[in-house]
């Protein structure tokens, strides 16, 4: 029996292009002489599709594609995930399925039992969970169909759920076991698929076919490499990441394992690649192709220009260098020359003018208050403005350049720095963007090495650095991972060897700063806790404020 | 048996505070002889506490407590809400729980059964639903404690749980059921409350104390109004709304029932008086005492400064008056008479010199394209940067006048007039925004009867009108209304009698601007469906777009 996995780049609500990308691969697999051909989780509608699933007009769109599919499945079998609803009053109105359509009709549909419903997923919103269990039969194979999360509860000591799926679909003897999934990317996250899936593989002693998306949904990225595990706890194959493919199994090679074909790819790798896809696909899926941001001579603009110009072509990205009276002489010569080794277009303006306009205006109100951070403020927000007016008239959007370590302890101006259509690097901390920048000067010198080399700084007074007011990045960022991703307490923080003054002042910083979070652009998630969606914290609380 | 509920404001993660208003509460329920007191749901911590909720340090603070509520326990009993810790490594770490302390121990604890995650609610993100039900006996009396969404599963026709915790308590023969809950204020959520609660005393035949929070929480208000049930179906009492109260009631007398005591109010005045909560409790909790905003001499900016006068005082708001020059003659004598009628200090500032140094710096690039939205966006972004300016300066909060139906539309502009902490009237329709108008005007002229009469305008152009791009507003408020509360699809509008030509242009508007609302300050919520948590759309997504 052969098997092809089609790993697709979906989009929300494009039940149209969804179904085309359907349609073309059902082809390839027949071509290939597939006896079965599986796509992703929810494929119809693309995944998350968040409210839209409460539609119900949205339902009947996914379920006019169904039959569309169900009409490609003459001389092979579709496997593909979407929403079904629930026909009884009683719980949630839907179900997150998977179906098995063949023949022209739908075979069978198994429901998903198990709902993530932490970091960015909502499951349990819209979805009831399975109650019923069952397997299909196919060319004489008997065939276990799970959706995602449904394998997720083993090798854990703290299992999030209750049941395994697994373990009801057993008794039935199924022969091997397909999931059909949308598993986010984090840098972290394919280690922990394969071990959930080599855990699996183990307990249950059966072939498996994982089926990834790749492509990115605003946020959330999703990087591909899909796996056929074979029983002897190896995997035959994980494909490619961050690029769409299909490709052909035959079960008895599968069945006879000894293969180990994975990835290679380090973290900061991986980062990059994804926040490329990142960029690619909100503008892509949101129809449009340019961008712009505002170049300081630092490292995080230079980082984010480096990725804009490797997703979208040095023809579609422009950059405004914005010196005020406290910018070094080095900031616009190191922008400048970034922009010439990018090949993308520069305008410089000086933002004095515009900043003695508003000081004008506002003296009668100020009188005699000394400089502090009302101006430095203005000359972010200039610049936010600039590049605001530019997206305006040109219909480029605006890219927001600000880290991760800034973001979390609001080291930086709202609707100034924080300005954008989407935050290109804020889910990488200060000490992995100098990663991010080395990586890109791996074979030639793209980023000018004193952007690298000189001290952070905001330049918004005379001689600021950011070490004036912040501790080094290497013990800041211990501090936010611990806090952020490790969900620590300040007292574990502290017993790990922290100043407990600093580690006390930081999480104040992270908290009393989420109202400057909750009004910035959508964060390309590459780590296992972003800010946005997957981190949801009240902004009027007193905890650690 | 006597039975206080106490009706308090707690404040998310601070336990010292919550602590305090209990430690007052138990007090003068004991003045009052009361066998019991009852808080609300989730008490010690405060509700909605996201995230928060991941932090084992967070979970310490509450359990502490707990022990601190347990020494008040001499000579009376003492029922209220805390997370607890689920014992086993299966299913989620916490449950949603009511504890029943008397006699210095905990002598009961009933874990929450039907988790709600939908709008706003992301419970079984991170509580395991029980799985136990049991009562407490205390003075010759069983008890059914039960927590808030516990009671809503009967009285609708398409029920969102296979259970009722209730009946599995009915065996153990309770003498009367408490509820503590955390149900969020919509104007029409008190109707809805009180169908419920006849529902289950209709069918249990018991009398129901149903307790719950006042205050606002960043966007979410709980309006008290805490109700009694007889065993007769009626309202023994239902309490006061928008105010902390302790009341304590005679089991006996409420047994007897006869009375319906219900609270009168209409829409518009419960959405006033939700507002200002929203506005004094925002402040409040985060420490701050003043407002600034905007006056444009328009309806909008005109009913949030009333509502904002009349949440922190006069000598709490200022007003920035920011013409053009395409305002019109009667925008700043408008605003002017509405400060004065307000007794709130009002600066004037003409932004034209500062729009001039943009263009100035801008002429370079844009050559002679001509004047278009991004020279209407450079108007209000400047109006933005100078309210943040004073915001920055003096310690004023900026509040974002926009209305629902502009903020369904997208006419509005990110970093300009969409500027704010706090969304103050983005839950109320334009329509809406005029019969509040009304209401305020109700006694004495407070807001100039030609703000309410001109026709709306944005003041970006010459000679420009809302109506020149927009349909009526009882048109569009129509359509928003039945794609936003109601969740219709286009099909359906138009079937009701739209111009389907208009309802497919409103629909796509609402969608692509899905990424304006994201960056937009938390709207206070009134209606059954706002924007902001409780409705959670993607950007990138092509339906209807």
Redesign the interface.
Known sequence: MKISIAQLNY?????E?NFEKIKIAVSKAKQENADIVCFGELATC?Y?????L?????I??SEKMIDRVTALSENIAIVLGAPTRNPV?????LYNSVYFIADGEVKYVQHKAL?P??DIF?E??YFEPASKFGIVEFKGKKIALTVCEDIWNIGN??????ICPLDEMMPLKPDFVINVSASPFSYNHADNRMHILKKNVEKYQLPMFYINHIG???EVIFAGGSVVMSPDGLAYKEMDYFKEALQTFDLEEVMQGGKNDIQQYNKIEKIHDALVLGIK??FG??GFKKAILGLSGGIDSAVTAVLAQRALGKENVRVLLMPSQFSSDHSVNDARLLAENLGIHY?I???K??Y???A???A???KD?EF???EE??QA??R???N???S??FGNIVLNTSNKSEMAVGYGT??GDL?G?ISVIADVYKTEVFELAEYMNKDAEVIPRNTITKPPSAELRPNQKDSDSLPDYAILDEILYEYIEN??????IIAMGHDEKLVKRILRLVNINE?KR?????VLRVSSKAFG?G???????????
Chains 1, 2 share one sequence.
Do not use: W
């Not at 998350?48 to 839209?52: A, E, H, L, T, V």
């Not at 000591?157 to 209750?162: E, H, I, K």
């Not at 969900?487 to 574990?492: L, M, R, S, V």
């Not at 981190?535 to 404020?545: A, C, D, E, T």
């Open positions: 989009h929300i609500g494009n039940f292009g693309g998350p599709p968040r409210d839209f409460e539609f119900d007009d949205f009947e769109l009053p009683e719980g949630k109105d709902l419903t932490y909502d349990y919103r000591d703290n299992p999030l759920y209750t990115a949904q605003t696909d909100y899926k949101l305008d303006i000086a933002i003018d515009i003695d306009a508003y004008n205006e506002l009668p109100i100020f208050l502090n951070v009302t403020n203005i927000r200039i936010g403005m600039l605001m007016a530019l305006n008239k709202l609707y300005c259509g969900q620590k307490g300040p007292q574990d109202f909750y009004q910035t652009a959508p969606m981190r949801r914290m009240p902004i009027v609380g007193k905890y650690l404020s």
